[in-house]
């Protein structure tokens, strides 16, 4: 069985940057392993969907609960790779931080956190797969506001 994980890739927009260059994407460092960056994501528990399991882990990897964010409708990126020899889904749902002051408190499993342009993030992020979604978030907020 495929090892399950879901997050959101979370993202503010700067209110005195134009669009796109407003848009930054919050990125979490690893307090273990290579301190990798990632947005906030998780194990699905037992019993939990994915959707749940996003927002329980963005609440205890980030300090950010639902009134926090903003979800932005028919965005949703699934990743697929191997950890340790296992095969690993990660589903990614995109959401706006409502207020770009909130504060970020981070859990033990994380050291540091960033927001970042999108071409910064994709240097942090280090994974094609990563970098592709966020690249994807960026043009999905992009054409969105297009429509």
Known sequence: MALRAC?????????QKPPPDNIEFLLLQTSYGE???TPPKGHVDPGEDDFTTASRETQEEAGLGKDHLRMVDGFLQRLHYQVRGKDKEVLYWLAELRDP??????????????????????????YQDLQDTLTAAQRYLETQGKQ
């Open 7 to 15: 997050g959101f890739v979370i993202f503010r927009r700067l209110v």
């Open 35 to 37: 301190h990798h960056w």
């Open 101 to 126: 002051n909130t504060q970020i408190v981070l859990s033990d499993e994380h050291q540091d956190y960033r927001w970042a342009k999108l071409e910064e993030a994709c240097k942090l992020a280090k």
